[in-house]
Each structure stands twice: as structure tokens, then as C-alpha cells.
């Protein structure tokens, strides 16, 4: 919904929005009782498009009235992420509950979900799913990142740069590369196949999510990575397909 909150804001450049506008137009709701709604979607936007999410210069708050968006109707947004494709998928997605829990968290706002489970089990691909249902909740889409080959600080720094297109000063460690991240992303961010180098991304991820980011993590590891706040979804085996009994006629 935060891309069809900006993108109604800036349909209307210059002039109030009220709260009850937002939420009739944009979610459908006619009580103003689901205002909270508004504000956590505003604040999430505040994230990802101001410079100075506290000094904010392109969604203005009116007070008492509603927002304002002051950065113009037309040109770019200065949205963090040039969004990608997630890779298509070819085969059917067979639907597993660990989809609905996954996505529910994150358009609950938690900002770390990591999917858990053993090589194998289809943690990618539930993944890619999660994200493709929320992608459209968050102003930068979703973005994946596949760090298998990664086996070092250096090269995960490296992967996560070239494919989200981030200049990661990690000269002093996680909190300068942190502060990259927060500065250019808002999207939903899949980090996959993170083994290798969990204990890096997990300090990364512990400095990126001090620094209040506009984005969102999800993550497939075997394990979780004990970040807090991170909210764990574990993956487990599909259910064998049951054959329907046939009649066999001579």
C-alpha cells in the first residue's frame, strides 16, 4: 500500500489530503477509526523518500488537516532502489502456509523475517513468493540478492552492492555500510543462501535496522541469524501428494 499511498499523494501535489481521504481512496475504508493504518504507512514513506526523515520536506504534515506532498506532481521520486525482476519462475507454485505467515509479518511492519529450514526444502523459492505478494506494499518493489557465493565479508559487501546498485563504505565496518544501506534502499529486500556469511549480514542487519530503514529483510538461512527483532519462519516439507485410487478395468 505504500506505493499506491505516494502515488495518490502525488496525484494531488500541493493540496491537503485528509486522513479520511487516504483511507477511503487508497485502502477502501471509510472509518477514520483505522488511522493508524495512515500514519505507519507515511512514516515507512518518510523513510525511504525524505533525506531527514524527521525534517520531512516532501511529506508534510498538516496539522490537525491531513499530508501534503510538496515535492511536485511530476519528474522522479527519489526512491532508494531501481527496482528489478525477481527472477520468473517457470514452474507452478504449489502453496504452503509458510508463504501467508511470512507475509503477514512483514506487512505488519516487522522489518526482519527469516525463513529457516534445510538445504533443499524450497526456502528460495517460498521467498521469492513472500515477496511478490508484499512488493507492491513498499515504494522500492522487492529485490533479491543471492549471496551463495559468498564466503567472506568482502564479497558479500561486493554482491550486495552490484545488484542493488549501493556504494557500501565498509572501510569502518557494519555501520558505515549500514548507513549506505539506509541511505538509498525501500524496498523488500531478499537476502538468500546467507550461510556462508551469516554472522557478517547479522551485524550488518543489526546496523542497518538501528538506523530506522525504509526496508524491509527477508532472509533464507538454515538457522536464524539472532538479530532483534528478527521474526523467524520456519519451512518445513510439503505434504506428498496423495494419489486418487483408479479402477483398473480388463
Request: one cysteine or more.
Amino acid at each position: 500500500m505504500e506505493a499506491r499511498a505516494l502515488a495518490y499523494l502525488r496525484l494531488h501535489a500541493g493540496r491537503l489530503v485528509s486522513m479520511k481521504e487516504l483511507l477511503r481512496n487508497v485502502w477502501g475504508y471509510d472509518s477514520a477509526a483505522r488511522s493508524r493504518t495512515v500514519y505507519t504507512t507515511i512514516h515507512r514513506l518518510r523513510l525511504a523518500v525524505e533525506i531527514d526523515p524527521h525534517r520531512p520536506q516532501l511529506i508534510v504534515t498538516v496539522p490537525g488537516g491531513g499530508f501534503r506532498w510538496a515535492g511536485g506532481s511530476g519528474g522522479a521520486v527519489p526512491t532508494p532502489v531501481t527496482q528489478r525482476a525477481l527472477p520468473f519462475q517457470l514452474d507452478t507454485f504449489v502453496d504452503r502456509p509458510e508463504v501467508a505467515a511470512a507475509a503477514a509479518l512483514l506487512q505488519a511492519g516487522h522489518r526482519l523475517v527469516t525463513l529457516t529450514g534445510i538445504s533443499g526444502i524450497g526456502k528460495t523459492r517460498t521467498a521469492l513468493e513472500v515477496a511478490r505478494r508484499v512488493a507492491d506494499t513498499f515504494v522500492g518493489g522487492a529485490e533479491l540478492v543471492d549471496l551463495a557465493a559468498c564466503a567472506s565479508s568482502e564479497s558479500m559487501y561486493a554482491r550486495i552492492g552490484r545488484d542493488l546498485g549501493l556504494h557500501l563504505d565498509t572501510a569502518t565496518g557494519a555501520d558505515a555500510a549500514a548507513r549506505g544501506f539506509v541511505a538509498r534502499v525501500g524496498a523488500i529486500v531478499v537476502l538468500d543462501n546467507v550461510e556462508r556469511v551469516g554472522s557478517e549480514l547479522a551485524r550488518l542487519l543489526r546496523a542497518t535496522l538501528r538506523e530506522r530503514c525504509g526496508a524491509a529483510f527477508l532472509v533464507t538461512a538454515r538457522s536464524a541469524l539472532g538479530v532483534r527483532g528478527e521474526q523467524v519462519v520456519p519451512v518445513g516439507a510439503l505434504p506428498l501428494l496423495r494419489r486418487t485410487p483408479t479402477t483398473m478395468s480388463h
